[in-house]
């Protein structure tokens, strides 16, 4: 259950609100006409510069393995690190087809910081989103849970707040909760992923059968980055996105999965538009 905290916070207004919420948050910020940027519906942190609130070198380090600590989280219990959302941005997560099929982002696609939504787990206040803005307002306007990559500090350097705990209920949208994470498996995009996934799934015997499941929104196990990359080309002929979110001469592990699959993320001065 959402404790007293998470029943306050602003983004409890906007669960669940769909499109229509979707029309409302820009109406709000441009009366009388619609607004192009609005308000984020998330809390917002108390503002400052990133590199001092987060352990970066953390947060690459997660990055650059594979499998990543997953959760699903209750988007209302999340802060935000940044403004706002655009219209089109959250129009394209909210409304569109292409990035839950293929991963392609909104925006700066070729940073691995933005292909996830990523939060710091140990920010004072609660968990704080470091991208992902729009996607995880997607998510609260669907009343979703949204899939996180949950970043918590080296254990060698301290333990987390226990006021950053995600809620212990997952809402709408599934998953098999929120302190799931991957074992063995490397995201391609959200509902394409290869070798296993901590959320509710289809194992697909080849591609074709996974182009299916895609189609129809379920999220799709690939026994190899090979299969995933036919699935993925089936939604995208872009073969440069292909490249880099599924390398086709990479050298695979156990399983066919190729550890880091998702890139280099850039350094925190790329932070400063995290969508």
């Keep these: 259950m959402l404790d007293s905290r998470d029943r306050r916070s602003p983004a409890s207004g906007w669960f669940g609100r769909g499109t229509e919420g979707f029309r409302r948050l820009f109406e709000i910020w441009g009366e009388p006409e619609p607004a192009t ?7 917002r942190a108390v503002t400052a510069p990133l590199r001092s609130l987060v352990d970066t070198d ?30 089109s941005g959250l129009d394209y ?6 990035y ?20 710091w787990a140990a920010a004072a206040g609660g968990p704080l989103l470091l991208s ?13 849970g949204v899939e996180v990559v949950w970043v918590e500090p080296d254990p060698a350097g301290g333990t987390v707040p226990a006021d950053s705990v995600p809620v212990d209920s997952v809402p709408a949208g599934g998953g098999s909760g929120p302190g799931a994470e991957a074992a063995g498996g490397i995201r391609i995009a959200p509902l394409l992923w290869v070798g296993d996934c901590p959320f ?21 196990v690939v026994a190899d980055q090979r299969t995933a990359r036919s699935v993925i080309g089936s939604f995208c002929d872009d073969t440069a996105w292909i490249d880099l979110i599924c390398p086709s001469g990479a050298a695979t592990g156990a399983g066919g999965i190729r550890a880091g699959s998702a890139g280099s993320p850039r350094g925190p001065s790329s932070w400063r538009k995290r969508e």
Excluded: C, K, M
Aim: hydrophobic letters at 35%; charged letters at 25%.
């Design 58 to 87: 953390r947060v690459r380090r997660v990055l650059r393995t594979d499998p990543r600590p997953r959760r699903l989280v209750d988007p209302r219990t999340l802060q935000a690190s940044q403004y706002g959302v655009t219209r």
């Design 132 to 144: 992902g803005h729009h996607r995880t307002t997607a998510a609260l306007l669907r009343g979703e």
């Design 200 to 220: 509710p799934h289809r194992r697909a015997a080849a591609g074709g059968e996974a182009v299916g499941f895609v189609s129809e929104g379920i999220r799709s």
């Design 93 to 98: 997560y909210l409304h569109q087809l292409r």
């Design 37 to 43: 940027v609005a308000r984020i519906p998330l809390t």
């Design 100 to 119: 839950p099929r293929t991963g392609w982002t909104w925006a700066d696609q070729s940073s691995a910081l933005n292909r996830e939504v990523v939060v």
